[in-house]
């Protein structure tokens, strides 16, 4: 696994089918026939459920997905081990080992949730037939594929993360822990800041569940912007707890300990929720695109099913880009120093820390960073390009504000969320780099999801109208 360990292997030898040297031919053709009926066959569903409006029903959606999960899953195998009857070659790399076992275990779980969704599409079609347009809704549909997404990547990126440290432990020289060295604060400080960012942390839970509550009761707010609100404030709350409550436990406990698989997993969720973050952003600043610049056109674009697609989109990507950089950090060494100066363990710093040469990584964060963090930026700004160009033709005053009231809390959120990483990554560092490092992160992973809630509800009309309307009725009751 590690690349200056010699006793580590780089590749495994694959022994393949038990069959015997001249009957290579006649299987090869067997599988390559067996997967080009499951490649042709699957996409064959798929093509029939989306072209015809019949089967435009829960059951077919389901059957979709499992189509295209069953078209990934036999592609994780059935390549390589065609390729390898075909060239008597039996050996695999490390990275294609590990891919494989991610992607195996990924989609057999998809499947079997989807299975599942199946299976109660069904009791809910034969046991509550008249019930059954109410309850198989279009929104249970795309949440019960959703959770099977997000279930089954965190699965499989569980058993994949438990084999890859299995297969380090043999090499000694590595760290099993890092040391944290915190925020640049003195020790008579800890106290006061322990209890400013416990303020802080349930301040964003509460705020953002608060958020959450609002769009969930309110009917007014039943509409894209908000659907993505309230993903975007669930995003926030995962992401502050990827890094505060370690923080406030070391401080609690004067410790600065975590183990090397707290740390990886910290790696993941930091850039999973930072990415997602990027992409819920795009999309509403392609929401409000739409509904000032296509008003007439407005609930035709953004529909339903566009919004639940941009989500699955975001969820998807990000989990692949987190995903990533994961595996490329767990294949460096860490055999000297262990103390990051960092109060969470960030990828930059980690790189900094092995001892095996970090160009992939670094040309991997490059590149997919510019991917997840860069276009979507550009793509906010066109949005706002356009958006601006519009207003600027709005001939009454009344019109301008109205129109800029609906993307200025949007665009409060994106100056703090984006402002923070130009600041950290763009910007030349000074002298005092990892000083500034700590103070920007604090501020895009523990300030900004704080500040998101009082920025919707402060500058947003529809919030604090539905904030009003339940104080209302709570008073009412009383």
Not at 128 to 136: D, R, V
Not at 272 to 286: E, G, H, N, Q, V
Request: charged share 10%; proline share 3%; aromatic share 12%.
């Amino acid at each position: 696994m590690k690349r200056d360990n010699q006793s580590s292997v780089s590749e495994f030898l694959l022994l393949g089918l038990p069959i015997r040297p001249e009957q290579q031919g006649m299987f090869f053709v067997l599988f390559l026939v067996m997967y080009l009926t499951t490649m042709l066959g699957n996409l064959f569903i798929v093509l029939l459920i989306r072209l015809d409006s019949c089967l435009h029903t829960p059951m077919y959606f389901f059957l979709s997905h499992l189509a295209l999960t069953d078209i990934s899953f036999s592609s994780v195998t059935a390549p390589k081990m065609l390729l390898n009857m075909q060239t008597q070659s039996q050996s695999i790399s490390y990275a294609g080992c590990i891919s494989q076992v991610y992607f195996s275990i990924f989609f057999f779980d998809i499947d079997s949730f989807l299975l599942t969704s199946m299976a109660y599409d069904r009791y809910v079609a034969i046991c509550h037939p008249l019930h059954y347009t109410t309850i198989m809704s279009r929104s249970l549909c795309f949440m019960l594929v959703i959770v099977s997404w997000v279930l089954s990547f965190a699965s499989a990126l569980l058993h994949t993360l438990l084999l890859a440290r299995l297969m380090k432990r043999d090499n000694q020289s590595s760290v099993s822990e890092f040391l944290l060295l915190g925020l640049p604060i003195q020790p008579e400080q800890q106290g006061m800041f322990s209890a400013l960012f416990l303020g802080m942390y349930l301040t964003t839970v509460l705020g953002n569940l608060l958020i959450i509550l609002l769009i969930r009761l309110d009917s007014r707010l039943h509409t894209p912007m908000y659907f993505f609100l309230s993903h975007l404030a669930i995003t926030d709350i995962f992401f502050s707890s990827v890094t505060a409550p370690k923080v406030l436990m070391n401080m609690q406990t004067q410790s600065q300990s975590i183990s090397y698989a707290g740390c990886i997993s910290q790696v993941y969720f930091s850039m999973l929720f930072a990415d997602i973050d990027s992409f819920l952003l795009t999309s509403m600043a392609y929401d409000r695109y739409v509904a000032i610049c296509h008003p007439l056109h407005y609930t035709t674009i953004m529909s339903q099913s566009l919004c639940f697609l941009l989500v699955i989109v975001s969820w998807v990507l990000s989990f692949a880009s987190a995903l990533l950089h994961t595996l490329l950090l767990a294949h460096l060494s860490f055999c000297g120093d262990n103390i990051l100066p960092h109060f969470f363990c960030d990828i930059s710093a980690l790189l900094k820390l092995s001892s095996s040469d970090t160009t992939t990584n670094e040309l991997v964060i490059l590149t997919v960073g510019g991917l997840v963090i860069i276009l979507p930026f550009i793509c906010i700004l066109v949005s706002y390009g356009h958006i601006g160009s519009t207003i600027l033709r709005i001939p009454s005053t009344k019109g301008i504000c109205k129109a800029l009231s609906t993307c200025g809390s949007h665009l409060s959120v994106v100056s703090l969320y984006y402002g923070a990483i130009i600041g950290l990554y763009i910007f030349p560092s000074s002298s005092d780099s990892n000083g500034k490092d700590v103070i920007v992160a604090v501020l895009y992973t523990l300030v900004t999801p704080m500040l998101n809630p009082f920025t919707y509800s402060l500058r947003n009309r529809d919030i604090k109208g539905a904030m009003g309307n339940i104080l209302s009725r709570g008073k009412f009751s009383l």
